[in-house]
Every structure is written in C-alpha cells, then in structure tokens.
C-alpha cells in the first residue's frame, strides 16, 4: 500500500513539473497534421512604429482545438531593448512575460479565440519595436499549445534589428563635432601620420617642380658652353693648320754673300 502511494505521489509531482516546463522547454516534434507558418519583417529599426510579426496555425485533423499561442524571443544583444505586445483584433492581448538570458518567453493567459479546425486557421499576432537599440539579430519561434497543453506545433523567423546607438565620434554640448585635438590617442596617430604624408607628398612635388624649372636653364648653359667649347677648338685648328702652311711657303733659294760677286 505504501508503494503504491509513494508512485502516485510521484507520477502527480512529475506531472505537475513537466506542466510548468511545457512553456520554456525547446520545441518538439509538430503533432501530426498541425503546421504553423511564421512571418517576420525583415527589418526593425530603432524609434520607428512597431512592426508585426505574425504566426498562422494550420490543421488537417478532423478534431477541432483551441490554440494557446507562445512566443520565444532570442535577441542577441539586450532582450530587453525590445518592447513586444501580443494583440488581437480588439486590442492588446493578456499574457506572462518572462526572460531568462537574452531569451524572452510571452504566453498567452487565456487561448486563442479563435478554433483550429480542418480547413480553419488561427492566428496570433505581436507588435514589436526596438527601443535604444545597438542592432543585432532577433529569432522568434512561435509555439501552438492545445487546452491540455500539448505543444502541436512551432515554426521560427529571424529579423534584422537596427539600432540608433552607432560607434560614432563624440559630440560635443553644442552638438558640433568634437574638434580632432580631443580624439584618442590611436585615432589622433592615424591622422598625424596622414598629415605627415601629406606634407612629404607636398615636399617631393615642389622639389619636382623646383628641378623642372631649373632644367631649362641648366639644358641652355650646358648648350652655350658645348658650343664655345667647340668654336675654340676649330679656332685653334685653324690656326695650326694657318702655321703649317706658312712653314711650308717659306723660300727655299741661295741668298748671295756680302761682298761677292760672279
């Protein structure tokens, strides 16, 4: 008799474990005949108006069910930057928020009231906007639950999140650009160095300049010289060219003795 209470006892306290854990525990195999199709915008930018992210539940089963829809949402940044409100056609939804991690899980407190039937759909929409965001990548999976609390089935999208706090220079009070002698010290080396190669750029082009100007000249000088240079030795060939002529004109007769006679 004792055993028998004790496993009862146990069956009861595992039962009552395994209900709480149905809403966080990974999703498992779809039920049979049920689908779910999620739809997610592919952006969501920071302080703009909230996007929709959608979850339409399918059956093919003859048994009709009520649906109790659960939203996990994974932010890979701050799962808090995100503001999610779970709405139907009369407005905003009741639901439990929890987070645990950079994981947000959103269940619904009352089913869904619609019916999911054979021919029939179910939907569960939730408007999302990102608040101070610095941007990341967002997953939602949504998870269809019957009454008994049976997962029937889950499906997933990823979206894009822009954010408005960007790794950008600071500004000063007056919301001007803070003046470069204020950046760090890796950024101020940066713009030394491009400074100095600046200056160095500037340096060999007036030397450049400075050389082409001075070439002409050079060019000329060197030109009038060459050519003096060569005027003076035909002139000295001339001249040696005038002695040997006159060596080789000179008389070449007898001249007479004073005083004598034939």
């Known amino acids: 008799m004792r055993h028998r209470i004790t496993a009862l006892i146990g069956v009861v306290v595992a039962g009552t474990v395994l209900s709480s854990l149905a809403w966080t525990a990974p999703a498992a195999a779809d039920v049979p005949g049920f689908s779910v199709r999620v739809t997610a915008p592919g952006t969501i930018t920071a302080g703009q108006p909230a996007a929709t992210v ?74 999302v906007a990102a608040e101070d965001s610095t941007g990341g990548q967002v997953q ?24 408005d706090r960007t790794a950008s220079p600071s500004a000063s009070p007056s919301g001007k650009a803070t003046p470069e002698k204020t950046t760090p010290a890796g950024n101020a080396g940066r713009r030394t160095g491009a400074v100095i190669a600046d200056s160095s750029d500037e340096t060999e082009t007036a030397l450049v300049a400075n050389e082409t100007t001075l070439l002409g000249p050079g060019l000329i000088v060197g030109g009038i010289c060459v050519f003096l240079g060569v005027l003076l030795l035909i002139r000295l060939r001339s001249r040696a060219r005038l002695a040997q002529i006159e060596e080789q004109a000179m008389p070449t007769g007898f001249y007479r003795m004073p005083g004598s006679s034939r």
């Open 140 to 163: 939602f999976e949504a998870r269809a639950f019957d009454a008994e609390e049976t997962l029937l089935t889950a499906a997933g999208a990823t979206t894009t999140v822009r954010g």
């Open 54 to 127: 959608t979850a339409v539940a399918t059956s093919e089963n003859r048994q009709c069910r009520k649906v109790r829809w659960v939203l996990l949402v994974r932010s890979g940044s701050d799962a808090g930057q995100l503001r999610v409100i779970r709405v139907e056609d009369d407005g905003p939804f009741a639901v439990d928020t929890s987070t645990e991690g950079n994981t947000t899980t959103i269940v619904d407190r009352a089913l869904d009231p619609g019916t999911l039937c054979r021919g029939r759909t179910v939907t569960g929409r939730w408007q």
